[in-house]
Nanobody
Framework: VQLVESGGGLVQAGGSLRLSCAAS????????MGWYRQAPGKERELVAVISSNGSTYYADSVKGRFTISRDNAKNTLPLQMNSLKPEDTAMYYC?????????????WGQGTQVTVSS
């Protein structure tokens, strides 16, 4: 499985960005996908998850502002980010796996940078 992120960039606080992750390969083995982020000097943080049955998870820090979805026809994983804050600045990574537990996922993209200016 290959994952390629896109959509990052520079945005002012309060603005919006839409990330996307394109998946290819043996994707029928994937049961859950999601987004992590990592800011300089900070630990990696799980941001949002969507499983094959459509259930979702959001970190408290993004709940109500971010929306994860899945486009099965295009094999993409969009992450709509609204009301962005400077603390959302990080490298965002798409990840996936056959396990429903995110810590066990084995497929990762290269990341896309999101920078929110104050």
């Amino acid at each position: 499985v290959q994952l390629v992120e896109s959509g990052g960039g520079l945005v002012q606080a309060g603005g919006s960005l839409r990330l996307s992750c394109a998946a290819s390969g043996i994707i029928f083995s994937i049961n859950a996908m999601g987004w992590y982020r990592q800011a300089p000097g900070k630990e990696r943080e799980l941001v949002a998850v969507i499983s094959s049955n459509g259930s979702t998870y959001y970190a408290d820090s993004v709940k109500g502002r971010f929306t994860i979805s899945r486009d099965n026809a295009k094999n993409t994983l969009p992450l709509q980010m609204n009301s962005l804050k400077p603390e959302d600045t990080a490298m965002y990574y798409c990840a996936a796996g056959s396990d429903y537990e995110p810590s066990l996922w084995g497929y990762w993209g290269q990341g896309t940078q999101v920078t929110v200016s104050s």
